[in-house]
């Protein structure tokens, strides 16, 4: 286990190596002046080149490159061309938001899903296991923005259920907070539910057709000793995968719910910093989410080899 963990935490950190380069490669590309953006279209070209040159954009890519590798380390990447506070002051509060919301959506979504997955799996073929893959197919094909937005109208509007807007005042108590985070963590609900399901069905009848699983059966053991101890723990590594590579993106991937919420996670963060090319803030962003793509991922694996051995020693052979 000690070799698994080791060869992975490798892979991480060349995987973090070269989201950095891509970063960098990305943010060069792109034709722009911070310091005119900074100063304005009214100042003069003298006050914009003694700007860009304590900002650094004059030096050499190398040794632009070099400060971009070293605050990813260090996590420390200046201030913001944009707002002119430090990066951090932005983005960890920006993360902290986004993960309450992550963290609400999978405590409604990952339960549920599981429970459809292995209940049609138990009732294949029939109209239930059915219905519920044709209720998984259909809403995974519907966007997450889709889904915000009707749920907004319908039950945040015109039932008046829950708050419209996903950020509570601030110093509200935490049944506030949930409350006025509901209806994004329902969307997130509606676009995941299928997809999770669907793969802890397909694990599912895996380990029930499996020869553990008969043997078990014959040796008389109840149906819920052999769903506890035999199928649930090979069924859900698929699922285990999904939902580590799910969060990682789920912090990044949810512009589209978080502006139609008007919530400040990372993902509008980034966006605006994007679309006003405040590239200490797009790259911080980026390669936060990177690394918390990362984290998740090593996470999933890591609690995969626990549950199956065969699968940590298929890698290190």
């Known amino acids: 286990m000690a070799r698994y963990i080791l060869r992975r935490l490798a892979f991480s950190i060349i995987t973090l190596f070269l989201l950095v380069t891509v970063v960098f490669l990305i943010t060069n590309v792109f034709p722009s002046d911070p310091g005119r953006q900074i100063a304005g279209p009214f100042a003069s070209q003298e006050q914009v080149d003694v700007l860009n040159e304590q900002l650094g954009t004059n030096d050499p890519l ?106 509570a005042p601030r110093g509200s108590n935490l049944i506030t907070e949930l409350k006025h985070l509901t209806l994004p963590a329902l969307s997130l609900l509606v676009v995941y539910f299928g997809y999770i399901a669907r793969m802890t069905r397909a694990g599912t009848i895996q380990a029930l057709d499996a020869d553990y699983t008969r043997t078990a059966t014959m040796k008389g053991l109840s149906t819920r000793h052999v769903m ?74 890591l609690i995969i080899a626990w549950m199956n051995p065969r699968a940590r020693l298929q890698v290190t052979s």
């Open 228 to 301: 506890r101890r035999h199928v649930a723990r090979n069924a859900l590594q698929p699922t285990v995968s999904v939902v580590g590579t799910q969060i990682g993106y789920l912090f990044s991937g949810l512009i589209g719910l978080e502006l139609i919420f008007n919530y400040p996670g990372v993902g509008r963060l980034i966006y605006n910093a994007s679309t006003s090319k405040d590239f200490p803030l797009l790259s911080a962003g980026v390669i936060l989410v990177g690394i918390i793509y990362m984290i998740c991922t090593l996470a999933a694996d």
């Open 62 to 167: 190398l040794n632009q490159y070099g400060r971009l590798l070293r605050s990813s380390v260090t996590f420390d990447y200046g201030d913001s061309f944009q707002v002119g506070q430090p990066v951090s002051e932005l983005l960890w509060p920006a993360l902290g938001r986004s993960a309450k919301l992550v963290l609400y959506g999978l405590v409604l979504t990952v339960p549920a899903a599981i429970a459809a997955g292995m209940f049609a799996a138990r009732r294949r073929n029939t109209f239930i296991d059915r219905g519920i893959v044709t209720l998984g197919v259909a809403s995974s094909s519907i966007p997450e923005f889709v889904s915000g937005v009707a749920l907004q109208y319908f039950i945040g509007v015109k039932l008046g259920w829950f708050e419209v807007l996903a950020l």
